[in-house]
């Protein structure tokens, strides 16, 4: 059984990799490379799986659920610069992909009624990215 | 191949444990506790998985699968009272994870072409539940 | 220039008028007529109505706006059953038209920056109302 | 006859007002005065009213419609910082109502088909804003 | 107060005018053009605007208006090809506009309690036109 | 880690297998084979599963992503009849499952950062197929 909560944080990026050149980046990032930044409305999905608790019916309070994210992600990324406001961003592009397997991170070891299963991240309504800590 | 058929229906519930005190439902099920209910417009999303036949081009009829949701689940639960009106739902605390699991198990021996993949339950906009028979 | 907010409430309820009998309310109202009721998530869009400020650049504070419905309607409503536990709406048939006005009965007074201009309910994905005050 | 074109675009912004000082600014705006700024995914609706030509059986092209509102809005604050990148915001706070009358203004004299009637700007699913000229 | 229904359709379509030449019609309409057709799962919402009966809560049953608007244009304009299997659109470009005069013209005669106040028609998520009989 | 682009066109189609005779599509399809057609506003998603390029953070860059789904999908059905324009759809009868199969087959190839994970075709908000290859 997967339970899966629905949140939401608006935040400024820029991608830019500082190894390389100005040529490079733009290549690579296109217009996400302005340096002034840009933004986006972000749309987290987090899934928890576990078996369902016969006394509450449930695999793991909602409540519960949302008050992780909202601590661990929501609270430290929502109305910030991503590349300059968050601690545990520090060195990392925030691209879609970057922040997913970011959030897993902040995510997995407070989950302590079933396991992480899986960060659904909407940067915009025509992309997304899922990630469920392969590379861990 | 998967096909998925989304339906909608609208209902109360209250979330309590009889085997337990006020005190003890209050913790666990906060206002989703409230003795004269409370609702949602749920949305079931049912999923069958199987080879597509070479002369329909379907892996099952829409139609089909549609009418075994409307006669198995939401004509036995849409505009009820999920802890008093469903037959199927006599003694099952109504969290999404029950319900989805109940569904499954009215649905899945109803799938005559290809078999039930997944029950996708949102109770609300902000969260939801997918149950794939893992427990049965 | 008019500005909205858009927030949600769960909640129960059952339409019945207790001046006529169980055959009239069960033609007028149908399967709404359930005596253990039945449930929505309902959206509600607030707007108001007002000159841009100089020197905020807003209509209203968007964060005033959504605390006044937060404090006078959400807050009232969410996870109750409409019928019964919701003191302003005492001999109220929970239509979602006579829900609208109710709450822009509440509201109206409370918007101090601009006036209110519509309250839109939305009881399921297929159907809404609209009120903009013209009974008062 | 009003018809409708919908189109998106993601930009930075931080709502300042430069006239006050930093307490002002963080009372007034809160969390949306973060100095390296935040951003969001924006949903504009421009609507054009008019007769329908007999022989198109259009109000306006839509094509024309949509070409319009990017070469005079979309291109110019697309993956922008609304604050710093885009000419004719020199000096706007970028609040969705001061936003919503500065697109207005560049679209309204492009609209050689029907009249420009709205312009509809949501800043997150929450929050939106409506504008029709009233000021001008 | 404005009460408003939401129901959809799928049907294939072709601009053209055929009093005008290829030429013409290609520079007009583009690849809408087609003459083998193309198509769209339209949405439309139509609103009834009245006032509250005080006996029932409604402007008008939701019931009854769902009824009248499948019986005069869904259940004759779904599945079909609008250039040729709908006899109130012969001689009519289907145009997003002239859909919703037509389906104007063909409910506001049957809406008995309360006026039609509103045909909305969505052709995809990006476009929509709205009609209030102006007119006629 | 997957990575999704959401892309969309308008297409129309009938469904017959001219193998059989009338009685036997009316049966098997009912409205859906009108000789006239009728028509849908798809949704794709594509889903490229691989892992995060060091340099770039990326899986896959999303413009290259889209710019393959537009050329060989969406360039080549958006605005078409499904069952006479569309070369790599002779033949096919073109249900949800058959699109979804066939466009794998035009998508496979065509990826070279990862691999193709996914083809979610959304044919109507209530119905949909998901296939991964798994007939190859």
Chains 1, 2, 3, 4, 5, 6 share one sequence.
Not at 69 to 90: G, K, M, P, S, Y
């Amino acid at each position: 059984m997967i339970i899966t909560a629905r949140l939401t944080f608006s935040a400024a990026h820029r991608l830019n990799n500082p190894k390389y050149d100005a040529d490079w980046n733009r290549r690579v990032y296109g217009k996400c490379d302005n340096p002034r930044g840009h933004g986006h409305n972000y749309v987290i999905h987090v899934s928890v799986k576990g078996k369902i608790d016969a006394e509450t019916g449930m695999v793991i309070d909602l409540k519960v659920l949302k008050d992780v994210v909202r601590r661990r992600v929501i609270d430290r990324v929502d109305h910030t610069n991503l590349n300059e406001d968050v601690d545990f961003l520090q060195g990392v592009i925030p691209t879609a992909e970057n922040l997913a397997r970011a959030f897993w991170q902040q995510l997995a070891p407070a989950i302590t009624e079933g396991t992480l299963h899986e960060v659904l991240l909407q940067e915009t309504e025509k992309n997304s990215v899922v990630y469920r800590g392969e590379d861990e």
